[in-house]
């Protein structure tokens, strides 16, 4: 499975595990449902058209029942293939690293990482009406090294993911500081000429 | 004439038939060797592979039903 794949470190937890938001999947399955009802709509529009006197399909009940579940079938599986790229299109953050998959398609998969203390940046993005209200958005995470940026389209709540990451990020940065006992005399002395 | 080659629209239902059984079984093994490999839990993964082969198996029959009324 996936988490024996990204080998965990021993210390190492998983926080969260974030896919697109529910709307995202309702949307792309509603997409490819309207595929199903794209043959009743064809043999409505052919009856009520004269090409209905030439093609009689009365008889023909078995067949077109035939015609119309093989279709189903490909629906049938693509609704699945749909269902897979939500499955597998995950953010895992952890409280050492962030692990991103990107499934394009079913032998497209873009996998990615980087510890947490290379993390430069996250921003946000909510757009739309629906975006606000039903609370998903984009969130991109910039690294020290700048080459790559990892983005997650379409997840929920993206301000409390930004929330847990920078929190995990803050714990593993301020974990490698070394301990200043007396900020006085550790600080610049310019800087404590007002205390 | 050496040979006489007869199609029935039933016959050619009933191949038909048979490549898509095919094709769907592929399909479906594709779909379960990334489930079990890349998902997240073997529960969901199971549960999916259930169902479609549930849904799979009603389509067919509805399918296999209609082509023997041909």
């Known amino acids: 499975m996936f988490t024996e794949k990204i080998q965990l470190e021993s210390d190492e937890v998983i926080l969260i595990q974030v896919r697109k938001h529910w709307f995202i999947l309702t949307l792309q399955f509603v997409g490819v449902l309207m595929g199903a009802i794209l043959p009743m709509l064809f043999l409505y529009a052919l009856e009520s058209t004269p090409i209905a006197t030439v093609f009689d399909l009365s008889g023909y009940g078995s067949e077109i029942v035939a015609l119309y579940t093989g279709w189903l079938v490909f629906i049938w599986m693509a609704l699945f293939g749909v269902w897979t790229n939500y499955y597998l299109d995950v953010w895992t953050v952890t409280n050492k690293r962030l692990v991103t998959v990107d499934q394009r398609g079913l032998f497209h998969r873009d996998t990615g990482s980087f510890r947490l203390e290379r993390l430069q940046d996250i921003n946000i993005n909510v757009r739309g009406i629906l975006a606000t209200f039903l609370k998903f958005g984009d969130l991109e995470a910039e690294t020290a090294s700048g080459d790559k940026n990892f983005v997650a389209r379409g997840i929920p709540n993206p301000q409390e993911l930004k929330a847990l990451i920078l929190q995990a990020s803050d714990k593993i940065t301020f974990r490698a500081m070394p301990v200043v006992e007396d900020t006085k005399v550790a600080a610049p002395q310019h800087m404590n000429d007002g205390l | ?70």
């Open chain 2, 1 to 70: 004439m050496p040979f006489e080659i007869t199609y029935s629209i039933e016959s050619i239902g009933t191949i038909l038939f048979y490549v898509l059984v095919l094709f769907f079984s592929v399909y479906g093994i594709f779909l379960a060797y990334h489930w079990f490999s890349f998902g997240t839990s073997k529960n969901t993964s199971t549960i999916a592979l259930a169902v479609y082969l549930l849904g799979g198996a009603i389509l067919f029959l509805t399918l296999a039903g209609s082509i023997r009324f041909f």
